[in-house]
T-cell receptor
């Protein structure tokens, strides 16, 4: 079967750095993306990695290693507003994307 | 630029009732999809469309119908509501974004309760 594994919860302190990991087992792979979802809100796009390496967008960075079927989202200079759920998603081709179950990030003062 | 607009935001149905969730996008994306989100299960694909007149089933299509008569609109119909369809429903389109990468743009969601 196809699966994406990510931790269910992560807690970090305001101003710190946190890394959310995602490992995947899918029949096809075209890219790994990350989405943020605040409680009661809709998922919003953060990043997309099609090739190995690190992509940086402001305080957020995303990494991909296709050989390890692994990626992570790195959040720097954490702010209280970063408390949310974060989903990794793999585009498997054939117009299909599989989403992970999500990681709930709690940022403490 | 409104993105993806979903209506209604909240709905309560009785078992056996039918309804249509509306979705419209103004980004001229060919690909649109419907997901349901349940606690601890992430987002699961119900149906998707790769263009007007073309639809296909996703992971959990039973009990739902879709049609795509225009690029902009992609309604989801619940044929005979069941309590198992209590969920949050998101419509999404997929296409190019500002920085040249590709990703989903989601609507604000419909919180559906079937009693």
């Amino acid at each position: 079967g196809q699966s994406l594994e990510q931790p269910s919860e992560v807690t970090a302190v305001e101003g710190a750095i946190v890394q959310i990991n995602c490992t995947y087992q899918t029949s096809g792979f075209y890219g790994l993306s990350w989405y943020q979802q605040h409680d009661g809100g809709a998922p919003t796009f953060l990043s997309y990695n099609a090739l190995d390496g690190l992509e940086e967008t402001g305080r957020f960075s995303s990494f991909l290693s296709r050989s390890d079927s692994y990626g992570y989202l790195l959040l720097q200079e954490l702010q209280m507003k970063d408390s949310a759920s974060y989903f990794c998603a793999v585009y498997t081709g054939g117009f299909k994307t599989i989403f992970g179950a999500g990681t709930r990030l709690f940022v403490k003062a | 630029n409104a993105g993806v607009t979903q209506t209604p935001k909240f709905q309560v149905l009785k078992t056996g009732q039918s309804m249509t969730l509306q979705c419209a996008q103004d980004m001229n994306h060919e690909y649109m999809s419907w997901y349901r989100q349940d606690p601890g299960m992430g987002l699961r694909l119900i149906h998707y469309s790769v263009g007007a007149g073309i639809t296909d089933q996703g992971e959990v299509p039973n009990g739902y119908n879709v049609s795509r008569s225009t690029t902009e609109d992609f309604p989801l119909r619940l044929l005979s509501a069941a309590p198992s369809q209590t969920s949050v429903y998101f419509c999404a389109s997929f296409g190019p974004r500002d920085r040249g990468d590709y990703g989903y743009t989601f609507g604000s969601g419909t919180r559906l309760t079937v009693v």
